[in-house]
């Protein structure tokens, strides 16, 4: 086979699909260590699987553009969980390089690879090697080393899985934490996996077997590697000027992307819209000049402005709150009717009450165990009356897909990147409605990261970490989302994590009570840090009723 049909292509994708599906539970049990959360190959089941109804809606004479865009197009908006929304933008690499291709060809199909892989490293705030970026990297790579020889789709498709493979056996050596917890980076295992399904159909031998109803029973999930995670997202403000301009787009201008890829090397809080007419830009930077000379060779500017954040913050007053709720049963679009709004992802009555209390507007429903797709909180920010809306995802999983909607949204979208409960609550609690943009980032931020937060959980199997042997259903202690210690017992781990966490700045202890725990436990475990501590700093006791955590502890 030395070219490739849009049916070909099409069944391709499927096969992938399913056969993540049918080995999430292998890819999830690579993890560093067992805390229930949101995992690898859950995430990318599923945002595969949202692409797989609609390609299996197409006829066998679909072309191949139509595969490629209809492919990317689903998974933008279904992307969940770190793997998941890398996975979706190595697809779009297809769609770019496909977008007027008749039958695809080895050539074609390394420059879809390589588009994907630079798009993915681009994605990612500080990328990290020895995860599925790396894999993927050194497949491309082989990919435009074979695809000028003569030989068949199917033979240097081998090639690529046979090299994917050997960097994915080398990942312990790229990253220590993984050696340590002797496994492979899971997001690279899964690319493996859904590469060696797509060459299958390359080789004739027919689109992966799977089937809904063969799956393994659903299992609580663990926790994507720690380690493995892509990107570290630091919500520091280094950069003084927010840069803001309109670009009255020039006949023949380049991608969008580029000028994106050229601010995120000066600046950070990069926010580039388009249409087909004009292309709106928002950077943080310390030469708004240069962001400006770049904007001008896609075209015309209007309405530049350019602010100092650090005068706006040291000059911010401080108001009162303002507190709106709603309810995010049924989302529709609306237009705009106030400056701000907030969209928080929460799990558990509670928690959404409690965000909802705080003045968020929307609340995606998920977190732990269940990442929300870039679909879900594009509905949240779509269903938010505001010209600016703030998202805090509230779990590291799941910044990335949140990111993903800010190009997709009709309004200003700001994504603070908090990474917990408390983290989101603290960050809602310093909203000053006087106050302008960048003076809100800048003090909602500030207002997160003097958050610390302890979580109490419990392994969901046998695993050995860093030397430690942890049992299934032992007790797991988290300060800061580092493994702190093991447990038998949900309350005396909770204590001794609190006990690890205050010190003499300490003013509150917030303990935000799970679905697991009862009210009794909580009393017994307020009782006994105020018998400790006395009057040292204030303890407060709410009912989240949330999965998985028996408690989230809130230290500030």
Not at 431 to 451: K, W
Not at 502 to 510: A, H, I, L, R, S
């Amino acid at each position: 086979m030395k070219t490739i049909s849009g049916k070909v292509l099409r069944d391709a994708f499927i096969s992938a699909a399913n056969c993540i599906a049918a080995n999430k539970k292998d890819i999830d049990a690579l993890n560093v260590f067992p805390v229930p959360d949101g995992d690898t190959g859950t995430n990318m089941a599923m945002t595969l699987g949202s692409a797989k109804a609609e390609l299996e809606r197409m006829g066998d004479g679909v072309s191949v553009p139509e595969v490629a865009k209809a492919m990317s197009g689903a998974l933008l908006r279904g992307a969940r969980g770190n793997s998941g929304v890398i996975t979706s933008i190595l697809f779009k690499g297809y769609d770019k390089a496909f977008k007027d291709v008749g039958e695809v060809t080895a050539q074609d199909l390394a420059k879809a690879m390589t588009l994907g892989v630079e798009r993915a490293y681009k994605a990612v705030m500080k990328p990290t090697e020895g995860t599925i970026l790396t894999v993927a990297r050194l497949a491309a790579e082989k990919a435009n080393e074979l695809c000028m020889q003569d030989m068949d789709i199917s033979e240097m498709w081998e090639a690529v899985c046979e090299q994917a493979e050997k960097t994915l056996d080398e990942t312990p050596e790229m990253l220590p934490t993984l050696k340590k917890a002797g496994v492979v980076d899971a997001g690279g295992k899964g690319f493996c996996m859904y590469m060696r399904a797509m060459g299958d159909v390359f080789a004739g031998r027919g689109i992966y077997e799977f089937k809904e109803s063969e799956a393994k029973p659903a299992e609580p999930v663990t926790i994507e590697t720690y380690a493995s995670a892509v990107g570290k997202f630091e919500g520091e403000i280094t950069f003084t000027y927010c840069t803001e301009y309109i670009v009255r787009k020039a006949s023949g201008c380049g991608e969008s992307l580029k000028l994106r890829a050229y601010l995120e090397s000066i600046g950070d809080c990069v926010v580039v819209v388009e249409d087909d007419e004009i292309i709106k830009v928002h950077v943080h930077t310390n030469n708004p000049g240069l962001a400006i000379e770049k904007g001008l060779e896609y075209g015309s500017i209007n309405l530049p402005k350019i602010e100092n954040m650090r005068y706006q913050h040291e000059n911010a007053k401080k108001a009162d709150k303002v507190t709106v709720s709603s309810s995010n049963k049924a989302y529709v679009s609306v237009p705009p009717e106030k400056p701000y709004g907030f969209v928080a992802v929460a799990a558990g009555p509670g928690i959404e009450a409690m965000f909802k209390d705080a003045g968020a507007d929307c609340i995606v429903k998920g977190g732990q165990t269940m990442n929300p797709s870039t679909q879900d909180i594009l509905a949240a920010i779509q269903a938010t009356p505001a010209e600016t809306v703030f998202v805090l995802p509230n779990n590291k999983n799941i910044i990335m897909a949140a990111e993903q909607a800010v190009k997709l949204a009709d309004r200003k979208v700001c994504v603070l990147q908090t990474r917990t409960i408390p983290q989101g609550i603290s960050a809602l609690l310093a909203y000053d409605p006087e106050a302008d943009f960048n003076t809100l980032r800048s003090s909602m931020t500030e207002a997160f990261e003097r958050v610390k937060t302890g979580q109490v959980t419990f392994a969901a199997r046998d695993s050995e970490f860093d030397g430690v042997s942890i049992k299934n259903g032992e007790i797991l202690a988290l300060d800061n989302g580092k493994l702190s210690f093991v447990d038998t017992d949900m309350n005396k781990a909770a204590y001794r994590l609190i006990k690890r966490m205050v010190d003499g700045d300490t003013e509150f202890v917030t303990v935000i009570v799970g679905e697991e725990a009862t009210d009794a436990d909580a009393e017994a475990l307020r009782q006994r840090v105020e018998e400790k501590f006395g009057s040292r700093f204030d303890v407060t006791v709410i009912r989240g009723d949330q999965p998985v955590y028996y408690y989230i502890i809130s230290v500030e």
